[in-house]
């Protein structure tokens, strides 16, 4: 995936007012970071959670897989925030026809909302099983607590905020650890995949894909590259400042590669616990991240328990804001609102009255008969099926010379690119073919 630096921005780059700071590894990480720590929210940890448990070690080797793909796809989102200074919607609305962009938006808010909802009902859920209490309090609180930190939080400590949460993962990779694990057998299973062409295998891979690579976090990479050109004072869009390109594109690489690593390690590890524990006992249906951590008590004991739970909560913290804002963000755009968290609340009103509308409703959703979790795992169907048309729209767009000048995309993130496409197309093309067999 490693492309050259094009020529035109590396001569202007070295033609540059002589050499900058090279900045520290904590300074790097940010959009890619909390954009692939914010992927292994409950909704996914439930996901990952029901993979391990209904097939034990046997869909391990599509976190390995899937790694290099979500690497490219998140790293060309965040191009094109980058070069363009316009998030995924702004530049879809630029390019394409109207009917297209507001029909992407659309399924990707109502996903969202649903994300957002069952996230809200596992944290509940995880905290009553820690400490007892009101369920749907801790909902509407939690809601309450995401909407006031995005809505009044300044971008750069909200931002100092989400990568502190992204510790919250680790808690996964030390339950592995408790727990008995048969290494020489999850070696094989991740090395050689023993693919089953069944609807429920079929559904579950289509799942895991759906949240792994999921059209909420193209928009949000691609949006926070736009907040932190507004935030620095010496950058700006690369259409603008070609000179900057060769420094902010080994950034945006590096972020990616490694909060995409994160996140793909931290799913793994859920897969890798719930099979050691659940699926030897024949627990094979699990259907919320809070139940996996109940599940895990008898059978690995309280601490095993006690961890999961809490990640559980640290988790949703993170990827609510995440969910709320790239809807809000995707809406804005569409419609040609002023948007970003760098904004004072009175400066974007219909972006911040987005994020708390999404918020209330799926807080609303664990308070009506509509059961969020049931629509949960079709939801990340539902996004695995939805990223196709929008992968293949970014694939198009950032191979474009309208769209990024200059800095079209270089034969090896292009490969990379399409062929995440392509996986993603067969696999929700595998879905639909062995539906009801």
Known sequence: ????????????????????????????????????????????????????????????????????????????????GRVTGRGIAGNLRKHYPNPIVYSIVALLVVA?????????GAMG????????????????????????????????RYVAILKWLTLSLFAYVGVTFVVHMPWLEVAR????????????????????????????LFFWQAEEEVEEVKE???AKPLERAPEQAEAEFGRIRLDTYIGMGVSNAV???????????????????????????????????PFAFAVFAIGIIGTGLLALPVLAGSAAYALGEAFGWHVGLARKPHRAKAFYATIA?????????????????????WSAVINGVVAVP???????????????????????????????????????VGLFATWGK
């Open 112 to 120: 969202n909302v649903i994300n957002i909802g069952a996230d809200l």
């Open 1 to 80: 995936m490693e492309d050259a630096a094009e020529p035109q921005s590396r001569a202007k780059n070295q033609a540059g007012a002589g050499p900058r700071e090279k900045p520290k590894l904590l300074q790097v990480l940010g959009p890619g970071l909390i954009t692939g720590a914010s992927d292994d929210d409950p909704s996914g940890i439930a996901t990952y959670s029901q993979a391990g448990a209904q097939f034990g070690f046997g869909l391990s080797w599509v976190m390995l897989f899937s790694w290099p793909l979500m690497c490219a796809i998140q790293e060309i989102a965040a191009r094109i």
């Open 189 to 216: 299973s991740v090395a050689i995949p023993q693919i089953t062409f069944s609807p429920a295998y079929m559904t579950v891979v289509v799942a895991i894909l759906g949240t792994t690579i999921s059209p909420y």
């Open 125 to 156: 859920a995880s905290l009553k099983l820690l400490i007892g209490g009101n369920q749907l309090f801790y909902v509407a609180a939690f809601g309450l607590i995401t909407v006031v930190l995005e809505v009044f939080s300044s971008y750069a």
């Open 390 to 428: 929008v992968m293949a729209l970014m694939m198009h767009l950032s191979s474009q010379k309208a769209a990024m000048g200059d800095f079209q995309l270089g034969r090896g993130l292009r490969t990379v690119g399409w062929l995440a496409t392509a996986v993603m197309a067969a696999a929700a």
């Open 267 to 301: 799913a793994l590890f859920i897969i890798l616990t719930t099979a050691a524990t659940l699926h030897v006992h024949g627990v094979t249906d699990i259907q919320t991240s809070s139940q996996a951590a109940e599940a895990l008590r008898p059978i690995a004991g």
């Open 232 to 234: 620095r004072e010496d």
């Open 357 to 377: 509308v999404a918020t209330g409703l799926g807080v609303l959703l664990n308070y009506s008969p509509i059961d969020p979790i049931k629509a949960l795992f």
